[in-house]
């Protein structure tokens, strides 16, 4: 299997499934991209027939889809793992727990809630999709970067994050910022809030963190395209 192929396999629901590795990191950018444009392809060709709100219904629809609730998965166990009030050795137990808590389900819902509105709340046009997949594909970046600049505390075959290389991923962040500078900023920087959180709770990135992170990032990102 390729670095490429990894990357979406282990991203979305294309391909058999793969745990990380190193070489895929490189990638994630690119299948960011692609997540991110049939997203907004799916928001802009439905909004072609139905109304604003069933379009981004169906653009949320599309996401989840695509990835196979990964991001939306470790949302929900980041928020009940650093968001109640434990102590810090019982957090990364909590967040490994298949049960899901109050703050799980509450942040799940603001956040499919925002992203929703933030959609339904303007017009899909070329520029939007184009603006979708930049802020999609800089969430992949700031996963990567992330797995070179933070330390891995999760376990098990998440830790083939560690080692990989930066260079594509920040390469992709310049170009995603021609598309809507504002957009990605403010993604990138909501990224990094979460991440910088993570490691005051505790002490490092988790593949659940990433995927918290990468939800929270695009959300703001939808956000500033709707203002």
């Known amino acids: 299997m390729t670095g490429l192929q990894a990357a979406f396999a282990f991203l979305t629901v294309l391909g058999r499934p793969a745990a990380p590795q190193p070489r895929a990191v490189a990638w994630f950018p690119l299948v960011g991209a692609v997540v991110g444009g049939g997203v907004g392809l799916v928001w802009w060709?439905?909004?072609?027939?139905?109304?604003?709100?069933?379009?981004?219904?169906?653009?949320?629809?599309?996401?989840?889809?695509?990835t196979g609730m990964l991001h939306l998965d470790g949302l929900a166990d980041t928020a009940d793992g650093l968001l109640p009030p434990l102590p810090r050795e019982r957090r990364p137990e909590v967040m490994a727990a298949p049960d899901t808590g109050a703050f799980a389900l509450g942040a799940v819902v603001v956040v499919l809630l925002l992203r929703f509105t933030a959609?339904?709340?303007?017009?899909?046009?070329?520029?939007?999709?184009?603006?979708?997949?930049?802020?999609?594909?800089?969430?992949?970046?700031?996963?990567?970067?992330?797995?070179?600049?933070?330390?891995?505390?999760?376990h098990g075959a998440a830790d083939g994050f560690v080692g990989a290389r930066v260079t594509a991923p920040l390469l992709a962040v310049l170009v995603a910022g021609i598309v809507h500078p504002s957009a990605v900023l403010a993604c990138a920087a909501a990224f990094a809030l979460v991440v910088w959180f993570a490691r005051r709770r505790v002490g490092g990135f988790t593949g659940d963190v990433l995927g918290a992170a990468g939800m929270v990032g695009e959300t703001v990102g939808l956000l500033v395209l709707a203002a």
């Not at 909004?47 to 604003?52: I, M, T, Y």
């Not at 709100?53 to 653009?59: E, G, R």
């Open 119 to 154: 959609l339904a709340s303007v017009g899909a046009t070329g520029h939007h999709v184009a603006t979708v997949a930049a802020v999609w594909a800089t969430v992949r970046a700031a996963m990567a970067v992330t797995t070179a600049v933070v330390p891995y505390v999760g």
């Open 45 to 66: 060709g439905a909004g072609e027939w139905w109304p604003s709100a069933v379009a981004a219904a169906l653009a949320v629809t599309a996401d989840l889809a695509l």
